[in-house]
């Protein structure tokens, strides 16, 4: 079974700042997917993005990009020029490739990110 | 367009009401998921529909019964709910094909059990 941990309840950073938020995960798979999703209070919950294992390349989407250490099983995520928008609870996902036929996300527990203006 | 949208926003209910939870997405998905949510805590999955046929019940209470009457419609029908129930309950869809796993969310029913 996979787990996911987000070891970082809880976090703040000043506007227009930059933050990184942890996440590490243990599988025996080889092939999978990781993601980061944004859920800001009482809204609904967004990809702020994706990272196939096989890419050694780490994605990267405006202003956040992740650091994907494969051997070390590490997906942090990256927030430069923090914005009050920001505000929200970072849920890190792990899904195995099973060629299509497998759906189950594996959530960490959450970090609580707070922009402060 | 990565859109999911579910009805009601908010729903309040007696232990004895029968309700139900409508969600739908014309994105061409052909898997879509009910996940529970408590608040502060990561969604749990409850159900997963893939080519409109149940592939995943993750030991659900009889008391909620999933429906998938096409492609594009996911229902959760309600009843005899506990207080313990309540929780915001969210929608989400994905292609079955590999690399295209992506679930997209709704923005969910928060559900209050009286």
């Known amino acids: 079974a996979q787990t996911v941990t987000q070891s970082q309840p809880e976090m703040s950073v000043q506007e227009a700042e930059t933050v990184t938020l942890s996440c590490t995960y243990d599988?025996?798979?080889?092939?999978?997917?990781l993601f980061w999703y944004k859920q800001p209070p009482s809204r609904q919950m967004i990809l702020v993005i994706r990272?196939?294992?096989?890419?050694?390349q780490n994605a990267t989407e405006n202003r956040f990009s992740v650091n994907f250490q494969k051997a070390a099983k590490s997906f942090s995520l990256k927030i430069s020029d923090s914005q009050l928008g920001d505000t929200a609870m970072y849920f890190c996902?792990?899904?195995?490739?099973?060629?299509?036929?497998?759906?189950?996300?594996?959530f960490g527990k959450g970090t609580l990110l707070t922009v402060n203006p | 367009d990565t859109e999911v949208t579910q009805t009601p926003k908010h729903l309040v209910m007696g232990m004895t009401n029968k309700k139900s939870l409508k969600c739908e997405q014309h994105?061409?998905?052909?898997?879509m998921y009910w996940y529970k949510q408590k608040a502060k805590k990561p969604p749990e999955l409850m159900f997963v529909?893939?080519?409109?046929?149940?592939?995943i019940n993750e030991s659900v209470p009889s008391r909620f019964s999933p429906e998938c009457p096409n492609s594009s419609l996911l229902n959760l029908h309600l009843h005899a709910l506990q207080p313990e129930d309540s929780a915001l309950y969210l929608c989400?869809?994905?292609?079955?094909?590999?690399?295209?796993?992506?679930?997209?969310f709704g923005p969910g029913t928060r559900l209050l059990v009286l």
């Open positions: 996902a792990f899904m195995k490739d099973s060629g299509g036929s497998n759906y189950k996300l594996t």
């Open positions: 990272q196939e294992a096989y890419k050694q």
């Open positions: 994105m061409g998905h052909r898997a």
């Open positions: 599988t025996s798979e080889n092939n999978y997917y």
């Open positions: 529909y893939s080519y409109e046929k149940l592939s």
């Open positions: 989400a869809s994905s292609h079955p094909w590999t690399g295209m796993e992506t679930q997209y």
